[in-house]
């Protein structure tokens, strides 16, 4: 098949070659972006009369009857192409004769596959979004459920502070809101139009690049026609999104999958995102939340491959910017893979307010709250924290917890010890008492959840 680049060579070339440099096979996937990209190219060339209207007319009508039967499946893409962008013209010319050639006037397909790009990924971006406020959605209506539920908060996995599991959960939910917000601010970036920027120079045609940036839902053009066609940062900084969202969904998951392990039995995973073992029939696997965190690495990968490949690249257009595709589309794929079973998993996941309770109580957390109990008294914290670390050293060795001691017992400690502190050291009083904001006070979890809620309905 001749080239439409023939010309300068004869445009023939290996087909070990041809396979090689073809990008038909990932960037099919923007056939629609390109082709409401092309539609709006032709208007403009009609509206400035660059062509004339009834060509313009005609174009726009052939790619519509394209995109029509692409979606309807009557079309195929022929994957001997190129690329998406060969392939559309060839069809349209093959359909309205060579009136498809005036398509390509006043545009390169550096500027078109910057364009589909930035449509395409302005689309994947508002999907996404979407995702995360279902993920959020599902975490809220447990932590509303769980608001009072006390389990252990722990530093270096090891039992700390008393807090409720809606407390713990909202952690993540203000996670998932920055996510929004960073996606939310990549659109700016993302909305800037490229069409006319051409291969790097712009054109000699008088072509009006606002009314087709308006078309297509831009913002605003880009202002430097270098710029516009080399330089891919909404890519990383979407594939870095990607990477952040991924890395609290990461970490969210390993607690799921510690959560619902024996040794912890917080939480159990519902069947339908669990597996079971070939050969151990009492195995219940919490795969869904493993994938996530596996697939994070996968989507770390794709940043730095992006990163890779534009360093130290001159400007402008280089063959090397073919390589940003598959790892946008990657990234992309894998973060609404991993939101489209999280949500349902978090919303469906059972939990065991009792075993949290256990927990907590065999983890000596309130003994901060003691110390502060003599503080209180007025005895430096520093005392304070000495006597509670030789109170919980003993009780360990006897097999006790904070709350069986006596008042007797305790007083051998100081007589500042009265029979007051079994209220102050009970682990809902513990809870209930943390009113700082942020904290984890019912109180406090509900106005989380409220402000979370707010960012819901307005994101």
Known sequence: ???MWAGRTDGV?????????????????????????????????GVKNIISQADADALIAGLEGILSDIESGKLAIDFTCEDIHMFVEQELTARIGDLGKKLHTARSRNDQVALDTRMYLRDRTNSIIAKIKDLLSAIVLKAEEHKTSIMPGYTHLQRAQPITFGHHLMAYAMMLIRDIER????????????????????????????????????????????????????????????SILMMHLSRFAEEIILWSSWEFKFVELSDAYTTGSSIMPQKKNSDMAELVRGKTGRVYGDLIGLLTMLKGLPLAYNKDMQEDKEAVFDAADTVDMCLDVFA????????????????????????????????????????????????????????????????????????????????????????????????????????????????????
Request: aromatic share 8%.
């Open 1 to 3: 098949m001749a080239k």
């Open 13 to 45: 070339t290996d087909k070990i070659a041809d396979d090689f440099n073809s990008s038909i096979k990932f960037d099919s996937r923007m056939y629609k972006q390109d082709i409401l990209g092309s539609m709006a190219h032709a208007s403009m060339l």
């Open 183 to 242: 996606f939310t601010d990549l659109l700016g970036r993302i909305n800037i139009s490229p069409i006319g920027c051409c291969a790097l120079a712009g054109t000699t045609y008088d072509t009006d690049r606002n009314y087709e940036a308006k078309k297509l839902g831009f913002d605003d053009i880009a202002l430097n026609s270098i710029d516009g066609v080399s330089d891919r940062d909404f890519c990383v900084e979407f594939a870095s999104n990607c």
């Open 344 to 459: 349902p998993m978090v919303a469906t996941m059972k939990v065991i307010p009792e075993n949290m309770l256990l927990a907590a109580q065999k983890g000596f957390i309130n003994a901060t709250d003691l110390a502060d109990y003599l503080v209180k008294k007025d005895l430096p914290f520093r005392s304070a924290y000495k006597i509670c670390g030789q109170i919980v050293g003993d009780c360990i060795k006897a097999g006790k917890v904070l709350e069986t001691m006596t008042i007797k017992e305790y007083k051998a400690y100081s007589d500042l010890f009265d029979k007051d502190l079994y209220e102050e050291i009970s682990l809902s009083t513990c809870v209930a008492k943390r009113i700082s904001e942020g904290g984890t006070s019912p109180k406090s979890v509900e106005k989380q959840i409220q402000f979370v809620k707010g960012k819901i309905e307005n994101a």
